[in-house]
């Protein structure tokens, strides 16, 4: 596995309950530049088990739930864990209603915010300048609000590592194909481990795949997995100008952004436009009737990010923070989440002929908003390697390319903002070009 944001946790776990040979293999060092994770703040909203709902409801809250008290009480997580509140809003009456289901139950947790004073009062006087017309939403002043990602990263493999497990990275730690047995003892196709870029073998009993987006250059993934890139952008602000937005809760309007209170270490304030995602579409044959058949989306690292996006976090901080609008960026990258078509984690033994005989577990498909998920995704994982995992987890999770036939691509999968379309990365009318040092 990776050491991104799950391959941590998974690591992490396995040497909190004994394992004692693990080794978590990635082309660059814990956090690498092109991990998800490696981010300075993810939003956190916490949540409870329940008992009698479908498979994937009750798999997803028992995560959460896992997630939540890890985030709360575990002394490697909680001191990246912020509780400072979460204001969600929404402009459009169709993406209201969507909140507003998205509350269906918790509606006695949060308060409505639905003036352009109740949205400045969530936050200190000079915070919140913006006039925020058509505004509606909902606030807590409590269980949620966010996480120091790349700490609690860093936290996770420290502590995986000071209890054994090996970190290897560069060129020994790139991994570029699975190895199996067929290849010293013909009739025989076990999966035996993995090779990496310096040829490298590194033989396991059990291999765990935990890359994100980039689990489809190793595997056939049968289209389960759809890598799409999101964008984020930081403005450096003075120390003593942050010292105003210490402690402010999440703001996410679900159709034009969202921010968290800048980085305590290095002052920047990190703000993501929302939209459907970018894929960048690789095409198979050309159909009978001539027209170019989509057959996946293929992750690449940049640390910038198209004009339109720029464009959308301007207007965001127009409507929020009309102060900071015209700040020039301090840095941006796109971000390769990988989202299944149920959005639900695919977690599962990978069962396939080829790989007969190999233990090979897969732990993909974040789906955009599994950071939060980290502390949990170990445990899970300790779950299936024990075969202690219950039956509705293991559905909900399970191998399931029988959804991904057919697979539309440009599903918006209740994602709102933009023109209300997944795009095209391909087709930006350009890139930022913010000097990166
Ligand atoms: O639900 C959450 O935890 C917020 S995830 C943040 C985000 O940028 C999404 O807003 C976006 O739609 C995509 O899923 C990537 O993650």
Not at 370 to 390: I, N, R, S
Request: net charge negative; proline share 4%.
């Amino acid at each position: 596995m990776r050491g991104g944001t799950w391959g941590c946790s998974i690591a992490l776990e396995l040497a909190r309950n004994g394992y004692n040979n693990v080794t978590v293999l990635d082309g660059e060092e814990v956090p690498s530049s092109t991990a998800a994770g490696n981010d300075l703040n993810k939003i956190m909203e916490e949540g409870t088990q329940s008992q009698d709902d479908t498979d994937a409801a009750y798999a997803w809250n028992r995560l959460h739930d896992l997630c939540t008290m890890a985030w709360l009480n575990d002394p490697i997580y909680k001191p990246h864990y912020h509780r400072t509140g979460y204001v969600m809003a929404a402009s459009s009456d169709a993406a209201y209603e969507a909140l507003l289901k998205d509350i269906r139950g918790r509606e006695d947790e949060y308060h409505e915010v639905a003036s352009a004073e109740q949205f400045q009062k969530t936050m200190p006087e000079g915070v919140l300048t913006g006039d925020f017309a058509g505004w509606r939403g909902f606030a807590k002043s409590s269980g949620a609000g966010w996480v120091f990602a790349r700490g609690a990263i860093i936290a996770a493999k420290q502590e995986a590592e000071r209890l054994g497990a090996r970190f290897i990275s560069g060129q020994q730690g790139l991994v570029t194909k699975f190895v199996f047995s067929s290849e010293t003892e013909p009739g025989h196709n076990a999966l035996r481990g993995v090779q990496s870029a310096d040829g490298t073998i590194y033989r396991a009993y059990t291999t765990i795949l935990a890359n994100g987006a980039n689990a489809d250059n190793l595997l056939d993934l049968k289209y389960q997995l759809r890598p799409t890139a999101w964008t984020l952008a930081h403005i450096k602000m003075t120390p003593t100008k942050a010292e105003l937005y210490k402690d402010l809760p999440v703001l996410f309007n679900i159709e034009k952004g969202f921010f968290m209170e800048p980085s305590a270490e290095t002052h920047e304030l990190k703000i993501c436009d929302e939209h459907p995602g970018y894929i960048n579409p690789v095409y198979g044959e050309t159909s009978p009737e001539g027209e170019k058949v989509i057959v996946g989306s293929k992750p690449f690292a940049r640390h910038q990010i198209p004009v339109e996006s720029e464009e959308r976090v301007r207007a965001f901080l127009k409507e929020t923070m009309p102060h900071l609008a015209a700040r020039p960026f301090s840095f941006a990258r796109i971000c390769w989440d990988a989202d299944t078509v149920d959005r639900m984690p695919l977690i599962d033994w990978h069962g396939s002929d080829d790989i007969a005989g190999g233990r090979l577990l897969l732990a993909i498909g974040g789906s955009g908003h599994c950071f939060k998920t980290m502390p949990a995704m170990g445990q899970v994982v300790v779950e299936y390697l024990e075969g202690k995992v219950d039956d509705k987890t293991r559905r909900a999770f399970r191998w399931r390319p029988e959804m991904s036939t057919d697979r539309n691509w440009w599903d918006v999968q209740n994602r709102w903002g933009a023109q209300g379309e997944v795009m095209d990365i391909t087709k930006v009318k350009g890139w930022t070009e913010i000097a990166t040092n």
